[in-house]
């Protein structure tokens, strides 16, 4: 049987897996990352991910790991459920141990497809190190900091927010999951929804409205409360900066006016 090469093309095409990869850095390519020396042997530190729904499969980890350094040194990636959503993650979902050697500047990947792992929609990658001091994971040097995705596990402290300890900066952890950015139907603020799964990360489903939105990027949106992985503020005076219950009438009809541009051109892009 022949077949043509335009067919070929269109079977690899139709039989490719989404990938997508999930981070809460800024860091980028030629950038600086300020690398966490303070740790011992032991001790974890750990990023929170939020996919679009349950069900992905954990492909990938990218970290950056320095300084420079001679040698290789063992650590060991955990993953979590972190459905919960507290200061201690829930049930480990797998461990495997990996030899690095310190960059400066490489992202470096860990393929952990052998490992198998079912993701829940919430969920935490720890990298725990065998060793005391640098090299280590960095975080960065952007000036913010996601409080409630970044994480360690300290001796003497336990599981706590890397924020708590006084660090800024996300950790430089990212995941490379199975699957589309988001489901269809969703993928972009303002668009239809019937839950939280069906909304892009960083977004939750205006269940009045059946749209994705947010409140939030940052802390300082919230008025003393904090920013959560929805882009929900959870606690302080303000409703958040796409909420228009407090604050200026105008301004509160100018963001309205700006979602609905956006809806807009969503749907003509569709």
């Given at each position: ?43 974890i530190g ?7 729904q349950a ?58 497809t052998s ?156």
């Amino acid at each position: 049987m022949r077949v043509s090469a335009l067919a070929v093309v269109c079977l690899l095409v139709g039989t490719a897996h989404a990938e997508s990869e999930l981070q809460n850095d800024g860091f980028n390519s030629g950038d600086t990352g300020g690398f966490q020396g303070g740790f011992v042997s032991g001790e974890i530190g750990a990023s929170r991910f939020v996919a679009a729904q349950a069900g992905s499969a954990l492909l990938k980890v990218h970290l950056l790991f320095g300084p420079d350094a001679s040698g290789q040194f063992t650590v060991t990636l955990h993953v979590y459920d972190d459905t919960a959503g507290g200061n201690t993650p829930g049930a480990e979902l797998g461990s495997a141990d990996f030899s690095l050697v310190g960059s400066s500047s490489a992202i470096q990947e860990l393929d952990v497809t052998s490992m198998n792992i079912t993701l829940p929609q919430q969920f935490r990658i720890g990298i725990e190190f065998h060793h005391d001091g640098a090299p280590s994971i960095a975080r960065d040097v952007d000036g913010t900091i996601a409080q409630d995705k970044n994480f360690m596990m300290a001796q003497g402290l336990g599981w706590i927010m890397s924020s708590t300890a006084g660090l800024s900066g996300d950790w430089i952890i990212r995941a490379v999951i199975s699957g589309a950015a988001a489901p269809d139907g969703g993928g972009t603020t303002g668009g239809s929804c019937a839950g939280n799964a069906d909304c892009p990360v960083g977004n939750f489903c205006d269940l009045g409205a059946h749209t994705c939105t947010f409140e939030c990027r940052t802390d300082d949106d919230c008025g003393g409360g904090t920013c959560n992985s929805l882009g929900q503020c959870v606690g302080g005076d303000s409703g958040g900066c796409c909420q228009t219950g407090t604050g200026d009438a105008a301004s509160g009809g100018i963001v309205l006016l700006a979602l609905a541009v956006l809806g807009m051109v969503i749907r003509r892009r569709r």
